[in-house]
């Protein structure tokens, strides 16, 4: 059974597996004590800590486990802006950061700091002027991922910690979704990762502090791991990820290759064999091993559960499949449509079959939930496309008005499309919606479909969102 | 080879071992996802999480597992705080808690807070109506232990969970030591715990945080585990935590009378094989598995090193097993001796003839590292002790002065020893000494020798201890 949610988690790889069960009756015992079973559990920490850093590229006492790259991130932005704090309490981050970075923002600007988040292009990469410009006197950290974990987009580090450096503001680099490929290039300060996205097991993050970078651990103390992660460290899952990062290194270059002309292949066979589709992310500066996109007129959760029952693990960054019913931010902050989302991350070893039966099944599966939301039929006579709209529809000379309150992702947009062929060309059409989805997708539907889309307005009950017929 | 510090951490269940084995294949994805492997991990997840509470005595949904006992305990704590920051910020606290309680304690003073230690008495228990008495209209949060982790008193819980609920105080219990031989009795408010500790793997701590009480998780936001516990859920480690800690509860009762036998007959052999030694902590009203003691003239290192040469793995409160270079906190509340000092904590399935191996070696041990401080030897006349103080002394009529400056513990107690046959009765012995250790251990001395400890007062350099010979 296809398993293609690798960013999500990988599957544990075969060297983390052997290392933590030969660990388990190695290293349970507390490496500061003094006896035995302590001397060496020190010995594995020490050896897991030396290999980690080794495929970092940093120095052994520049690196500390954590429980997980959550709590490295969270660490890591909270002890950076603490020992800064005297030059100010501004942080920089891009838009398409990994939650646990933007809910780190979140709790400094709660806290009184204040907070720019620099914007992505269409492809979901921050320019690195725009980036180099958001950085001021006061500003005390910079955050940037070194790969987009839902589109796969490379960001340009080495570049933005060039410009971070000059401007003398350290710069954090969330490598979670890349360290599995190869080490981050540049003079970043402070790295972080998760070692269960390279085929770690779960419960081990990494935080790199280069030496010279001020770091104040916040919270109460703990003489462990430098003071900067408190508990019990967890050894065998230390050790396995160590291990496996080490091993996942040694295959990594054919490995990309391989899956790299995998998600090529997926690109440009989703984009031929299913309508009204938006493949999204950049294609060439990317991870080897994900792809992005999003289809019209179909619901994320009907696509996942449809996928799922064929037998094809996927996630997907629509709305319906968040519990906050909004769509994923990255995908907002790219402008790019949100219903119909599909992420694909192949595990390392996918087999290209797999890939194929994906493709296969793929373009049936959307039909399929079209169908069952009576979609548009993409080709076919826009007036014979439906059999009217299923929501309250206004029609007044040369304007149309579709109420689409209350109706979640893809209504709305398959409501829009419904009724646009009623208008001549130089019309309008405005969609009153409530879905966060709308927001987004209204504008996106009109770029793929060649449409104008006018603009919103707020209403007392939901938004409504005017598009102009242009062909 | 055995193991005697289970109280720092336990090796691993076998049924740990076994669950922890078949989970990394079936719960390594992540439990929010809609496709299968999701699914199968959340099933896992909620198994667990019901085994868990059922073994607490709470609701599933009170309890949350967090990557460590430490992390259950700093996070507890500062939520707890945080929630009633209107009603106060005063902290109530033993004397004796686990340094995660103190460390959180610490930070929450630093933060502005106020903090009242409850002392305990000198078998390490809190009294119920001093911990009452500690209560105040501002205090936000009591904390205490079930149970002390390095002399294994047990504290009067119910009866003080009883006066905070009287006094609107939530409790919280650190159960880390406790939780595998039963659960805590009383109306607490929260408690913690620490996987490792039962048999579990590390990387598992509990924080349970009962329906009605309030809490206000603090730092950067992360949806799962009720918002209380950030990062990816480390559910191999959470499934094995959970199936070991049913399975101790299962053979607890049987093997707590067992273990606490074994604890009674070392309790017993050591006051009679080891001269000038001090048994700590309650006999009766205790853990089963752990007891604590304290030999004159000895330095814990020496010890430790000794017993981990003979075989055996115990741990120390002494100042000189510490990075700190000071007793432990424990020790010093209560009032006890505290060089050569070691805990003895038996894992579960320890055999009688390991206990009674130890027992036979330690008294050799102990005078082997006597005899190389060149202490002076029980029941010999004390003129003949040694060859004299290897420090300064300084003598005057009916008073000795030694300067111990710039020695370690138990050097400056070996030298008291040394010259107060030197004085007549109704003399002094002066003690010049800056180890930390010497305001604990010569008041403990003179306690054990039916000796007068007069006073000590600040020098320039150092402190003065006066000893006065009664006998």
Redesign the interface.
């Known amino acids: 059974?296809p398993?293609f949610?690798a960013a999500?988690?990988?599957?544990?790889h075969p060297v983390a597996?052997q290392a933590?069960?030969a660990s388990?009756?190695e290293g349970?015992?507390?490496p500061a004590?003094?006896?035995?079973?302590?001397r060496r559990a020190r010995v594995l920490l020490d050896a897991a800590r030396e290999a980690a850093a080794d495929a970092v590229g940093c120095r052994p006492d520049e690196l500390v486990f954590t429980?997980?790259?959550?709590?490295a991130?969270?660490t890591g932005?909270?002890g950076a802006l603490a020992a800064r704090r005297r030059v100010g309490r501004h942080l920089v981050t891009s838009a398409v950061e990994h939650?646990?970075v933007l809910?780190?923002a979140?709790?400094h600007a709660a806290d009184g700091g204040s907070v720019t988040e620099v914007g992505v292009g269409r492809l979901g990469a921050v320019a690195v002027g725009e980036f180099a410009g958001a950085l001021r006197a006061d500003t005390a950290l910079a955050c940037l991922q070194s790969a987009n974990h839902e589109v796969g987009t490379e960001q340009p580090v080495a570049d933005v910690a060039q410009q971070c450096r000059r401007a003398g503001v350290p710069l954090l680099v969330d490598a979670a979704q890349s360290l599995g490929w190869g080490p981050v290039d540049g003079e970043w300060s402070l790295l972080t990762a998760?070692a269960?996205k390279w085929g770690g097991?779960?419960?081990v993050?990494l935080l790199v502090v280069r030496k010279g970078v001020r770091f104040a651990p916040?919270?109460?103390?703990?003489?462990r791991e430098q003071g900067r992660s408190?508990?019990?460290?967890?050894?065998?899952?230390v050790v396995a990820a160590a291990a496996s990062l080490r091993a996942v290194r040694a295959e990594a270059q054919a490995e990309a290759a391989r899956l790299r002309e995998l998600v090529e292949r997926i690109r440009a066979r989703v984009a031929e064999s299913v309508a009204d589709v938006e493949v999204v992310g950049d294609a060439v500066r990317r991870l080897p091993h994900l792809v992005t996109f999003s289809c019209l007129y179909v619901d994320g959760?009907s696509l996942?559960?449809a996928?799922?029952a064929a037998g094809?693990?996927?996630?997907s960054g629509s709305s319906c499949?968040s519990?906050t019913l909004t769509p994923s931010h990255v995908l907002r902050a790219m402008g790019v449509l949100s219903e119909g989302n599909v992420r694909v991350s192949l595990p390392r070893g996918t087999a290209a079959e797999e890939v194929e039966r994906f493709l296969e099944v793929l373009p049936g599966v959307v039909q399929g939930v079209r169908a069952e939301l009576g979609a548009p039929v993409p080709e076919a006579p826009r007036a014979a496309a439906g059999a009217g709209p299923a929501v309250g529809a206004a029609v007044a000379a040369g304007a149309v008005t579709v109420d689409a309150l209350g109706k979640r992702c893809p209504i709305p947009v398959i409501e829009l499309a419904k009724v646009i062929g009623d208008v001549p060309v130089g019309g309008t059409v405005t969609v009153l919606a409530d879905d966060a989805a709308a927001r987004l997708d209204i504008p996106a539907w009109c770029g793929m479909r060649g449409q104008e889309y006018v603009g919103e307005e707020v209403r007392e009950r939901g938004v409504a969102y005017v598009v102009r017929r242009v062909s």
Do not use: Q
């Not at 999500?8 to 544990?12: G, N, R």
């Not at 004590?33 to 302590?38: I, Q």
């Open positions: 059974m398993y949610d999500s988690a990988a599957p544990l597996h933590l069960l388990l009756d349970w015992a507390d004590r003094l006896y035995r079973e302590g429980p997980s790259g959550t709590h991130v969270h932005i909270a939650s646990s809910h780190s979140a709790a998760s269960h097991p779960a419960g993050g916040r919270g109460a103390a703990d003489e408190p508990g019990f460290v967890n050894l065998p899952a959760e996942l559960h996928l799922d094809f693990s996927v996630s499949t519990s």
